[in-house]
T-cell receptor, first 110, second 112 residues
Framework: GIQVEQSPPDLILQEGANSTLRCNFS?????LQWFHQNPWGQLINLFY???GTKQNGRLSATTVATERYSLLYISSSQTTDSGVYFCAVGGASGTYKYIFGTGTRLKVLA | SQTIHQWPATLVQPVGSPLSLECTVE??????LYWYRQAAGRGLQLLFYSVGIGQISSEVPQNLSASRPQDRQFILSSKKLLLSDSGFYLC???????????FGSGTRLTVV
């Protein structure tokens, strides 16, 4: 099956710093999402981005499907950005079964 | 608006006891429904998904089963829990015609 690797596994930032999180996947995918899991376990959908670039406030994401990777950019980080960021990829349409990556644990220090 | 409810939030169960976790979705019809498990705070594993009432697909052989008795209700069950069943269980739904998942708040299960 598809392998999804995320890097770095852990990241510590000072408030206000920028960061780039990477997601590599081993096969072609039709669907890709980025999620943020807060310290209480709630998973929030950040982007649906199978290709191209999207921006939402301080967050943006780029997926280069032909090269099998996606990047999540966080600018001017805040302590509320702390948590785990997951990339999830899916192939076949209809069922939309997503395979989750290993996650990047981010801690933003005040 | 659409909402997803999952309960209980926390559960401590002895080995060998049964399990029933419930997930319901409001404000939509005929959603795709999913059960995931997260162990050790990382990596979600897809356990089951359903595209309609009574239609269940299992992704991983295990000690768990799922059922969908109503359109917007998804239940995760076990007849006899194992220690290895401990984890954070998350239900998710997807609206037909859209691509993104919405997750419930999860159930943290500890088997003792």
């Amino acid at each position: 099956g598809i392998q999804v690797e995320q890097s770095p596994p852990d990241l510590i930032l000072q408030e206000g710093a920028n960061s780039t999180l990477r997601c590599n996947f081993s096969d072609s995918v039709n669907n890709l999402q980025w999620f943020h899991q807060n310290p209480w376990g709630q998973l929030i959908n950040l982007f649906y981005i199978p290709s191209g670039t999207k921006q939402n406030g301080r967050l943006s994401a780029t997926t280069v499907a032909t090269e099998r990777y996606s990047l999540l950019y966080i600018s001017s980080s805040q302590t509320t950005d702390s948590g785990v960021y997951f990339c999830a990829v899916g192939g076949a349409s209809g069922t939309y079964k997503y395979i989750f990556g290993t996650g990047t644990r981010l801690k933003v220090l005040a | 608006s659409q909402t997803i409810h999952q309960w209980p939030a926390t559960l401590v169960q002895p080995v060998g006891s049964p399990l029933s976790l419930e997930c319901t979705v409001e404000g939509t019809s005929n959603p795709n429904l999913y059960w995931y498990r997260q162990a050790a705070g990382r990596g979600l594993q897809l356990l089951f998904y359903s595209v309609g009432i009574g239609q269940i697909s299992s992704e991983v052989p295990q000690n768990l089963s799922a059922s969908r008795p109503q359109d917007r209700q998804f239940i995760l069950s076990s007849k006899k829990l194992l220690l290895s069943d401990s984890g954070f269980y998350l239900c998710a739904w997807r609206k037909r015609g859209s691509y993104g998942y919405t997750f419930g708040s999860g159930t943290r299960l500890t088997v003792v």
